[in-house]
């Protein structure tokens, strides 16, 4: 009888365990899935921005020569004063893509200038200084993608929030290289954030802040894959929050084996 | 008469020899040598690139050449106060601003590469966390 006892506790604990063991789990590969469905979507449109950056280069392209031929007749007809007007115009268009493609790979430039062309729809000002390319940290393309995309996203959206109750706001994205370290560091302005979310950020998935999302946990992975990819590469990621700022800063030490073009 | 204390001039020729031995002591770092012709040696402490020990000598490595001392690391340490050492690992102390990159050698340790030497140094994982923590 206390054998048969001993039996039936010992496979009630072992199925207790086992649910257990279960559900922590589930609750992992749901996580992981999360993350990667994530990681999926900035692929995607990553590759859809990229494709409309190559567009507008082949039409610049396409352009040159209906320039060069404005250009010469302005010339030839010594109006000087348009001619310095559409030299301005047109090297301003120009730059506009040159300064994003200096030393950054594709995958960084459509990025840059997907955010930069956001920002100027939505009143946000945007300033980029970038000692060193994006396209540099020293990771994989996927992991750039996941780290930068998930950074400049977030601030994207907490700036545009911003400008719609204060008509302007700021995203400032710095690199540089300092003792073997990769250092990023993405600034913007934000809302007031609440504290529980403050103390949870890069921590866990927090809610997401968009108004009527209906799948709001898409939006705040984006925190969780920014601190596992930091985590993944040995690196170290801490945020300063100062209303109206929000200041990320990633430093990734350089190693060897990961040094890409540029550093 | 018997004068007491400084006059002006005097007191701001003692201030002045006061700065410049700050100065001094800043900038350069007295180890005590293992020649027996010359007992103390100076060198600029933004020429060194790191330090280690090994046995029973500690080797200093600069942009020049390299020197060899008694003296340990911890004493050593004491002279290098600024920001700009940092105690990577228990055998060595770096200078921050010739890190060029690292390699892992260990599951717990990395080699540290440096601008102008081709030598290496070591930082274990905890420092590693320690120096982004600290610098940046």
């Given amino acids: 009888m206390l054998m048969d006892n001993l039996l039936i506790g010992l496979a009630f604990a072992l199925l207790v365990s086992s649910l257990g063991w279960f559900i922590l789990q589930t609750i992992r590969w749901r996580k992981r899935a999360r993350a990667l469905e994530h990681t999926n979507r900035l692929l995607l449109d990553q590759q859809i921005h990229m494709e409309q950056m190559i567009n507008e280069i082949r039409s610049e392209r396409h352009d040159f020569i209906k320039h060069m031929r404005v250009i010469e007749n302005l010339a030839r007809q010594q109006e000087r004063g348009i001619l310095d007007q559409y030299l301005d115009e047109l090297n301003g268009e120009l730059q506009r893509i040159n300064v994003l493609n200096r030393g950054e790979k594709a995958h960084m430039a459509s990025l840059l200038k997907h955010v930069l062309e956001a920002c100027r729809h939505d009143h946000v000002q945007v300033r980029y200084e970038l000692e060193v390319p994006l396209s540099a940290l020293p990771m ?64 866990q998935p927090v809610p997401s802040s968009k108004a009527g999302s209906a799948n709001g946990w898409k939006h705040g992975i984006g925190t969780h894959v920014i601190a596992e990819t930091v985590k993944k590469h040995q690196g170290t990621l801490d945020f300063r929050y100062q209303f109206p700022w929000m200041t990320v800063k990633v430093k990734i030490p350089l190693f060897q084996s990961m040094i890409h073009n540029g550093v | 008469m018997i004068r007491v ?46 330090i280690e020990r090994t046995g029973r000598t500690t080797t200093i490595v600069t942009t020049g050449e390299k020197y060899t001392t008694y003296q340990t690391l911890n004493e050593l340490e004491k002279k290098l106060v600024e920001r700009d050492f940092f105690r990577s690992h228990r055998s060595f102390i770096i200078n921050i601003h010739y890190v060029k990159n690292f390699s892992l050698y260990t599951k717990h340790s990395y080699l540290v590469s440096f601008y102008q030497t081709k030598d290496t140094a070591m930082m274990s994982k905890e420092k590693m966390e320690e120096f982004q923590a600290k610098y940046f």
């Fill in chain 1, 140 to 203: 994989g393309l996927v992991d750039q993608t996941k780290l930068v995309g998930n950074l400049l996203e977030n601030a994207l959206e907490a700036a545009c929030r911003y400008a719609q109750q204060h008509h302007q706001a700021q995203i400032e994205v710095f690199t540089s290289v300092r003792s073997g370290l990769y250092l990023l560091e993405v600034r913007n302005s934000t809302l007031p954030i609440p504290r529980e979310i403050v103390d949870a950020l890069f921590k």
């Fill in chain 2, 5 to 50: 204390g400084l006059v002006d001039d005097e007191r701001l020729d003692l201030e002045k020899m006061v700065a410049i031995m700050k100065q001094i002591e800043g900038v350069e770092m007295v180890f005590a040598t293992q020649s027996s012709e010359e007992a103390y040696r100076e060198i600029k402490k933004n020429e060194i690139i790191f």
